[in-house]
């Protein structure tokens, strides 16, 4: 439900023009669609005052096809939450501002928003769920009350052109720090173990345990290795051509059809060579891992025995 939640929050916000009239009762403004909501925004001193929203704020279609960062917290009548999104992502998520919204949705509340902007909004439950969420309200909610309360903070407004730079420079910075820490954790091993490899251009360490002859393959040319692969720090095995009758596993060199690390270490080897490859997760699968037994950002050793090539 919390993952759920968020994702259907940022395939559907969107934006609105600013009618509504005031309920003193309550506190809220409520829409002419009934969805109710309180505005606030920090003061000079840091505290949240209640804002009106102002003609200066419209019109909203300028903002189209652009980016809101923002936190968010569902709650039920009763006050219990459903979801908080700063314990799914410490950071603000993006969402996306169409230009028609769905009246008496979510993403309409939520089109009130502008940076810096605090915000309230009170739902029925059945209507927002059907609304924006198209399924039924979970009967938990519609026991509490049949009431959706969401609390939001808006952050930033960005184009899809700063979004996509920005989320790139994080992804780089992060691509580096991996591979420091995969670089220190080779290291370390070599050093325990007296050992000394090269390394690649493209960064997968080597040491050839048994030379082979003649020149290494090229591009394109199909080889045929056997090899025994473990997860470095653990030294567990995850697979090797024992598992397949001993036959040596035959791909065409340097066109994607195996790892990086694959493709660059074994263009190292003479036919007939040993060696064994040392390979940062980035050159082997990555954040993603691979099944049970190769978890995210693992760095890998195989022993491999280039057969031969043609």
């Known amino acids: 439900m919390r993952y759920f939640l968020l994702s259907a929050v940022c395939a559907l916000f969107a934006f609105l023009q600013p009618v509504h009239a005031q309920s003193a009762a309550s506190g809220f403004s409520r829409l002419p669609t009934g969805t109710e909501y309180r505005l606030f925004r920090k003061d000079a001193a840091g505290r949240y005052q209640p804002r009106a929203l102002a003609a200066t704020d419209a019109p909203y279609a300028s903002r189209a096809g652009q980016l809101l960062l923002v936190f968010m917290e569902f709650r039920t009548g009763r006050d219990s939450v459903v979801m908080n999104s700063r314990q799914v992502q410490p950071t603000p998520q993006p969402v996306p501002l169409p230009a028609s919204p769905t009246p008496g949705g979510l993403e309409e509340a939520l089109g009130l928003l502008l940076p810096g902007d605090s915000a309230v909004f009170r739902f029925q439950a059945d209507s927002v769920f059907a609304k924006t969420f198209r399924q039924p309200v979970p009967p938990f909610i519609r026991k509490s009350g049949n009431t959706l309360v969401v609390t939001a903070s808006a952050r930033e407004l960005l184009s899809i052109a700063e979004m996509t730079a920005r989320q790139e420079k994080i992804k780089s910075q992060q691509a580096l720090a991996q591979t420091a820490q995969d670089n220190a954790q080779i290291d370390a091993y070599l050093k325990k173990n007296k050992l000394v490899a090269k390394k690649t251009a493209g960064g997968t360490y080597y040491l050839i345990t048994q030379p082979g002859k003649g020149l290494p393959p090229k591009q394109g040319q199909t080889v045929r290795v056997l ?22 596993i035959a791909f065409p060199l340097g066109t994607g059809q195996v790892i990086k690390g694959w493709d660059q270490g074994i263009a190292m080897l003479p036919a007939g060579s040993k060696a064994v490859l040392l390979i940062p997760s980035a050159l082997a699968y990555g954040a993603r891992g691979a099944g049970a037994d190769i978890p995210a950002n693992a760095v890998l050793r195989f022993e491999v025995e280039l057969v031969d090539f043609k």
């Open 227 to 248: 090899y025994r692969g473990t997860v470095l720090a653990t030294g567990k095995e995850f697979d090797s051509s024992a598992k397949h009758g001993n036959e040596p």
